[in-house]
């Protein structure tokens, strides 16, 4: 369903798991790329059981700026449950994804906005990876595991910076695992998804979480459910009908 400006309103939800250096940073380029909308907005940060100084600065950052919120599991339970607090936290009619790494650009957000009319999903693609040899070819060869055993071809299914009508979102069983694969769970539900490019940027903060076993090997049985699922999808056409069923009193 197509979207006005004046009609959309914005949910970003961002998982956070120990990164105290990169918090206020990312505070203040979510507040120069969003402050602008012409529409209303919420960042929603999803502290992922951290165990440095991650909480009280998210506390800290809410007290001071009305339209950030914080969730704080109790302990480590990973990105995809992570993110699924956030989608059935948020409010806005369409809800915009991204790591809090800085290796996304914020400033890229009203870009995907734009692009949300009559779409249901927008997923960003580092056009230019700005990253070492081994992560551009461990990435490389993910994305190309993933969609020859999914049957997909998004480009870059590494990539967290996408949009997505919220409604979709919410109704889209997850799964430890499933964000690597969201846009292909909405199309299975008949979502339109296109692919745009975005910036990206060298992590010059924190520690990466992600190494090469756990972005080729680690979401292999999660593949081999996807081409499962895709495989068993009922796809049927009604021809007519008739009858009302109903009994009248």
């Known amino acids: 369903m197509e979207q006005t400006k004046e009609e959309m309103t914005v949910s970003v939800v961002i998982p956070i798991y120990n990164e105290e250096e990169c918090v206020t940073h990312l505070k203040e380029q979510l507040m120069n790329a969003l402050s602008g909308l012409k529409y209303k907005y919420e960042i929603i940060l999803i502290n992922d059981g951290s165990n440095d100084k991650t909480q009280e600065m998210l506390d800290a950052i809410c007290e001071e700026v009305k339209e950030f919120r914080a969730i704080h599991f109790a302990e480590n339970c990973g990105q995809s449950a992570a993110m699924t607090a956030g989608f059935m936290a948020a409010r806005g009619t369409v809800t915009v994804t991204l790591d809090a ?3 996304n650009d914020p400033a890229d957000i009203p870009m995907l906005l734009e ?3 009559g779409v249901d999903c927008v997923c960003g693609w580092r056009e230019k990876r700005d990253d070492t040899f081994i992560r551009r070819k461990s990435s490389q060869i993910a994305n190309g595991i993933r969609n020859w055993l999914s049957g997909e071809t998004i480009r870059d299914t590494g990539c967290s ?3 997505y009508r919220t409604e979709l979102l919410q109704k889209i069983y997850m799964f430890r695992g499933g964000h690597r694969f969201l846009p292909t769970l909405l199309k299975m539900e008949g979502a339109t998804v296109i692919e745009v490019p975005v910036k990206h940027h060298p992590r010059t903060l924190g520690n990466s979480k992600y190494g090469i076993l756990n972005r080729v090997f680690c979401s292999f049985h999660d593949l ?10 009922l796809n049927y056409k009604i021809d007519s009908s008739s009858g ?3 009994s009248e009193k």
Do not use: H, P, V
């Open 224 to 233: 081999l459910g996807i081409r499962w699922m895709k495989s068993r999808l």
């Open 101 to 103: 790494d800085l290796q």
């Open 115 to 117: 692009k949300m009319n």
């Open 161 to 163: 910076l996408k949009a």
């Open 244 to 246: 009302t069923g109903l």
